[in-house]
């Protein structure tokens, strides 16, 4: 039974806010929680799922950036050259992704989001014994432009693939090969998706998987509170940062599972 608009609209909104508070925490915008709520609540297939959360992940990603940007000024270079990697490669993802059996799709987004969660897990429980034992932080003006362009081309190939989640897998490969820090690197694996999150936006909407009325709503609650979540990210010690990050994948590996 379809809902009223003066319940439905609330409900996308107060479900968008909760999104992007997490999102603001862990630095990725909330699509990777989205997706799965989308299918289970809404009932939507994979692709239309990737493609709404995309509607709502846009605008609230640049919040983020935003405020990550004001407490530590973004490398604007190493982005861009993460950006330029990514935007061709979100494409050709997208429209990989596509072409797949929605279920198939579900179940291998679904081992992606393990793998990176028991990454982080395993992270988080060695940091805090270990970390001081490793090199120091770096930071990314450290490296030369053109690994930022390969590690773009990963990402936007991830995130055409699943949607989302091109800063999922940015994120543990800027904290442990370049050594940055995890909110710097949540920082600049964000702003380095923005053209690419824009190219697979357009991309399944053209094709017709992206249900903007459910997207819209979304995504203006998940603005209201991006801010405080990457106020909180910022309070929280770094292994204890990565803990929640593992344990909030695992629940969305499930939540993808139970769908499937």
Same mark, same amino acid.
């Given at each position: 039974?379809?809902?009223?608009?003066?319940? #439905?609209? !609330? %409900?996308?909104?107060? +479900? /968008?806010a909760i999104i992007g508070y997490v999102g /603001?925490?862990?630095?990725?915008?909330?699509?990777?929680?989205?997706?799965? %709520? %989308?299918?289970?609540?809404?009932?939507?297939?994979q692709q239309e799922a990737q493609g709404t959360a995309l509607v709502m992940v846009l605008p609230a990603v640049l919040i983020t950036v935003r405020k990550y940007n004001q407490n530590a000024k973004i490398d604007l270079g190493a982005a861009a050259a993460g950006a330029l990697g990514a935007i061709? #490669?979100?494409?050709?993802?997208?429209?990989?992704?596509?072409?797949?059996?929605p279920i198939l799709l579900r179940?291998?987004?679904?081992? #992606?989001?393990?793998?990176?969660?028991l990454f982080y897990l395993y992270q988080s429980l060695r940091g805090a014994r270990k970390d001081s034992q490793l090199p120091e932080r770096r930071s990314a003006e450290a490296f030369h432009k053109g690994w930022f362009a390969l590690l773009g081309v990963a990402a936007g190939l991830i995130g055409g693939i699943f949607g989302v989640g091109g800063s999922v897998l940015a994120v543990p490969i800027l904290t442990t090969v370049f050594r940055l820090t995890q909110t710097g690197a949540q920082?600049?694996?964000?702003?380095?998706?923005? !053209?690419? =999150? =824009?190219? +697979? %936006?357009? =991309?399944? =909407?053209?094709? /017709?998987? +992206?249900?903007?009325?459910?997207g819209i709503p979304m995504a203006l609650g998940s603005m209201a509170l991006v801010p405080y979540g990457v106020k909180l990210a910022y309070a929280?010690?770094?292994p204890r940062l990565k803990l929640?990050? /593992?344990?909030?994948?695992l629940v969305i590996m499930v939540l993808l599972l139970i769908k499937a």
């Open positions: 039974m379809a809902l009223d608009w003066y319940v #439905f609209v !609330p %409900l996308c909104l107060a +479900a /968008g /603001g925490i862990l630095g990725i915008g909330g699509g990777l929680l989205a997706i799965p %709520l %989308l299918g289970l609540v809404a009932g939507m297939n061709i #490669f979100t494409w050709v993802g997208a429209r990989f992704a596509l072409g797949i059996d179940r291998i987004y679904a081992a #992606f989001v393990l793998a990176v969660a920082a600049l694996a964000l702003t380095m998706i923005i !053209p690419g =999150t =824009t190219v +697979a %936006l357009l =991309t399944y =909407t053209v094709h /017709g998987q +992206a249900n903007w009325l459910i929280l010690p770094e929640i990050f /593992g344990c909030m994948l």
